[in-house]
């Protein structure tokens, strides 16, 4: 996935206060709202603290397939936006 799109994704997470679900190659994980503010982008990676500085989770930019801007369930419940791409 082209790393200014994830940056866009991730800043927009960030400002909206939003949790961010990730799914690469291997698993699909949740960054919670109060952990989106340590995430990194890197030139070929992103990186997260979770779980109170506990935890660091890096994941190669190559292997994200999806990103979503999970936002707060006020209208219907599994409203999200989300960013993927495919490749050949």
């Keep these: 996935m082209d790393r200014a799109l994830i940056q866009k994704v991730v800043d ?3 400002s909206e206060e939003a ?3 990730i799914w690469d190659r291997r698993d699909t994980f949740t960054v ?7 995430l ?5 990676h992103l990186r997260v603290k979770m779980q109170d ?5 890096y ?9 979503v801007v999970e936002r707060e ?4 419940s599994g409203a999200r936006a989300g ?3 495919a490749s050949s």
Excluded: P, S
């Design 32 to 38: 919670e709202q109060d952990d989106v503010g340590d």
């Design 53 to 57: 500085g506990r935890v660091t989770v």
């Design 83 to 85: 960013f993927g791409a």
């Design 40 to 44: 990194e982008v890197g030139d070929d």
């Design 12 to 14: 927009e997470a960030k």
């Design 59 to 67: 994941v190669e930019l190559d292997e994200i397939y999806k990103l």
């Design 73 to 76: 369930r006020a209208r219907r």
């Design 19 to 21: 949790n961010l679900v």
